[in-house]
Antibody, heavy 120, light 107 residues
Framework: QVDLVQSGAEVKKPGASVKISCKAS????????MHWVRQAPGQGFEWMGI????????RYGEKFQGRVTMTTDTSTATVFMELSSLRSDDTAVYYC?????????????WGQGTLVTVSS | DIQMTQSPSSLSASVGDRVTITCRSS??????LSWCQQKPGKAPKVLIS???TLQSGVPSRFSGSGSGTDFTLTISSLQLEDFATYYC?????????FGQGTKVEIK
């Protein structure tokens, strides 16, 4: 079965960077896509971007351009998302979410989420 | 960006009730619409994609319909485990965008 296991919670100071990992299993990793979506406390979902798992291409949300970097490690079937220049309003749960088999912009599975707290 | 608007924002219902949630997009998205369920402190679970295709393992009491700009999620007979928040999400264009959620509470 598909499983997406994310790294643990992080506490960061304003201006710092955070890098979250998402280890995938249960499907053919290299032919898939991975999304990153965040959810601020008590708020809705915000799409950050998508990466092809073979590391071939990325597409970032305009709001995050210049601050987000998505990478993959095919040897460990792991996707990473790094967000820099953190601000207090970046405090959120960050999710990786697998792109659909037939259409990469569908999401069919979500990771368990990683809470990132930005506080001085 | 494509705006997704759900209604109602919350509802109270009893076990066995038929529940309907609607989602409207700010422009036509064909059938590029998914529904997911989220329980407190948990990751979302995808119920339906392509407006009406049930994901593997999702009970048949869930169904989706619609195309263009208007979509519906129906739970035919509400069960205890269905009390949660439901979100629609469009995959027609980037950025992917989500409805604000509909919280289904116990009456």
């Amino acid at each position: 079965q598909v499983d997406l296991v994310q790294s643990g919670a992080e506490v960061k100071k304003p201006g710092a960077s955070v890098k979250i990992s998402c280890k995938a299993s249960g499907y053919t990793f290299t032919s898939s896509y991975m999304h990153w979506v965040r959810q601020a406390p008590g708020q809705g979902f915000e799409w950050m971007g998508i990466i092809k798992a073979n590391g071939g291409s990325t597409r970032y949300g305009e709001k995050f351009q210049g601050r987000v970097t998505m990478t993959t490690d095919t040897s460990t079937a792991t996707v990473f998302m790094e967000l820099s220049s953190l601000r207090s309003d970046d405090t959120a749960v960050y999710y990786c979410a697998k792109g659909g088999v037939t259409y990469q912009y569908y999401i069919d599975y979500w990771g368990q989420g990683t809470l990132v707290t930005v506080s001085s | 960006d494509i705006q997704m608007t759900q209604s109602p924002s919350s509802l109270s219902a009893s076990v066995g009730d038929r529940v309907t949630i609607t989602c409207r997009s700010s422009q036509s998205i064909n059938t590029y619409l998914s529904w997911c369920q989220q329980k407190p402190g948990k990751a979302p679970k995808v119920l339906i994609s392509a407006a009406s295709t049930l994901q593997s393992g999702v009970p048949s009491r869930f169904s989706g319909s619609g195309s263009g700009t208007d979509f519906t999620l129906t739970i035919s007979s509400l069960q205890l485990e269905d009390f949660a928040t439901y979100y629609c999400q469009q995959s027609y264009g980037t950025p992917l965008t989500f409805g604000q959620g509909t919280k289904v509470e116990i009456k």
